[in-house]
């Protein structure tokens, strides 16, 4: 557990969560917040969203998330940019006790402890193999708030204050439907083996697969044109260095398990080669599900998310040894090591979200151009106003993947982004997310009567391009970013 008394832990984990904001940044309204942040304006605000909410309701309808969200802005009256921005610094913050109290039950000494937590808040934005996730994003969400529930429900089961941990538990499932599974199934694995209650044989893949293959609904066309936006949900497209990633931390676990127990770190080394077979367990549960095409649409399982968790852990018991046998106690050591990796991590950051600024505090304006149009809509359109955006308008060059419902807070027809992502989730969506996706296709050779099209079909108002249709007006040009109306 972490001490008090001096106040010095405390005050070193609220420097270093400073520190890690800095190195990663921030972009509260990036990547996935455009499928969680408008279930949190919906709630706020219900006239908001006529038309599409079903592409971001079927993700708040099964988490606490956006309602935790809501709640603490009701309560506290702060305005929607300030309570993100102070949620995302409390995730890192959170992330960095649990990591420091885990640390303590690995480590006997500080170095090593606090090597542990400065590897994390470094690498925050670490990518995780081939998963397309981090550690931490740069932008809150309930993946954010599930990593570090995670964590402490380790250091409970560890402790084994089990209430305790079941109440992180909780936390944890009712903040994300997924990433819960993967600590809570670490855990139960580490009770098992600690009660010497290991089964002498798993399930064979083969019968696993004959076991859910009746369970596995045939994907229609529309999943299949879902799925090939995502294919790091199947470990067959993973590139070579990804499949390192997923299988060196094995080997790395069992090289940590071997040093743990010669310094008779007993939990460090019991966790270490727990952590062998949660990592093999997932890595063939994913090929079980990956190799049989009959199976495509179990892949929404994910198993290899189990990695982000694991990842954690690895990176605070490489932290714990750098710090335990070269860092030691010369601080030139300690710069020489995490001053260039930090500059690493940050100039990552700087070049992945190269059209906007680092860190987007609350109340600046925008650098994105973008950014500053949807704000735009936000403030000079209609709230029932239907807008139409290319499909693929987050892979644009220099869109820096910001979420035009998130932010502009304006219904859009489905787009071929985000939206997919959330039809690889809930297949039953896909025949209309695809319906609108092809009726905006080729949408970079569309005229006014295309567009006119689109108004006779869906009912939209308004339309965002970057080269305006002749005789359609648009009130806003700028950046080569217009918003235009339909007569």
């Known amino acids: 557990m972490i001490h008090t008394s001096s106040g010095k832990p405390f005050l070193r984990l609220l420097l270093l969560t400073a520190i890690a904001f800095l190195i990663q940044g921030y972009h509260p309204y990036a990547e996935d917040a455009e499928i969680y942040l408008p279930g949190v304006e919906k709630i706020l605000h219900p006239n908001l969203f006529p038309t599409g909410q079903e592409f971001f309701a079927a993700h708040a309808s099964m988490t606490f998330f956006p309602n935790l969200i809501a709640f603490s802005i009701r309560i506290t009256h702060l305005p929607m940019e300030v309570a993100l921005f102070a949620w995302q610094l409390l995730s890192i913050f959170l992330l960095l006790l649990a990591c420091w109290e885990l640390a303590c039950l690995f480590f006997p000494t500080s170095r090593a402890r606090w090597g542990s937590v400065c590897m994390i808040a470094a690498l925050l934005t670490l990518p995780i193999a081939g998963t397309a996730l981090y550690i931490v994003d740069q932008y809150l969400n309930p993946r954010n708030l599930a990593a570090f529930a995670g964590v402490f429900m380790l250091a409970r089961t560890l402790e084994k204050k089990y209430l305790r941990a ?20 670490f855990c139960i694995l580490f009770i098992v083996l600690e009660q010497w209650r290991i089964l002498s044989e798993g399930p064979d893949a083969k019968a696993f697969a004959g076991l859910i293959f009746p369970l596995a609904p045939r994907p229609s066309r529309a999943y299949d044109e879902a799925a090939k936006r995502h294919a790091y949900h199947y470990i067959q497209n993973w590139t070579w ?17 071997r040093i743990a127990r010669a310094r008779e770190w007993r939990i460090a080394a019991r966790v270490s080669r727990a952590f062998i077979i949660y990592g093999a367990i997932y890595l063939l549960g994913a090929l079980a599900i990956d190799l049989p095409s009959r199976l495509e649409a179990l892949a929404r399982i994910q198993p290899l998310r189990s990695l982000d968790f694991l990842y954690i852990v690895m990176s605070i018991m490489i932290g714990g040894l750098l710090g335990e046998f070269v860092l030691r106690n010369r601080v030139w050591r300690w710069l020489l ?15 992945l979200f190269s059209a906007s600024a680092h860190i987007e505090w609350p109340g600046a304006a ?27 308008y987050m892979d644009i060059p220099g869109e820096d993947e910001v979420g035009f419902r998130c932010l502009a807070e304006r ?8 939206d997919n992502g959330v039809v690889s989730m809930f297949p039953p969506l896909g025949e209309e997310w695809w319906s609108q996706v092809q009726a905006q296709s080729p949408w970079k050779n569309f005229r006014a009567q295309d567009f006119m099209r689109l108004k006779e079909k869906y009912g939209i108002g308004w339309i965002v391009v970057q080269q305006p249709a002749e005789g359609i007006d648009c009130p806003y040009d700028k950046n080569a970013v217009k918003v235009c109306h339909l007569p």
């Open 337 to 351: 090591l995490f001053i260039p990796l930090s500059a690493g991590m940050y100039l990552a950051q700087l070049d």
């Open 411 to 418: 219904s859009r027809l489905a787009d071929g982004v985000k």
């Open 166 to 185: 079941f109440l992180w538990l909780v936390f944890a499932a009712a903040m994300h439907p997924l990433m819960w599974v993967f600590p809570c199934s």
């Open 366 to 392: 925008p650098k994105n151009p973008w950014e500053q149009a949807f704000l735009w809509i936000r403030e000079n359109t209609p709230v029932n106003a239907l807008f139409a955006i290319d499909p693929y």
């Open 241 to 257: 260095y990804e499949l390192l990633g997923a299988v060196a931390p094995l080997l790395l676990f069992w090289w940590f398990a």
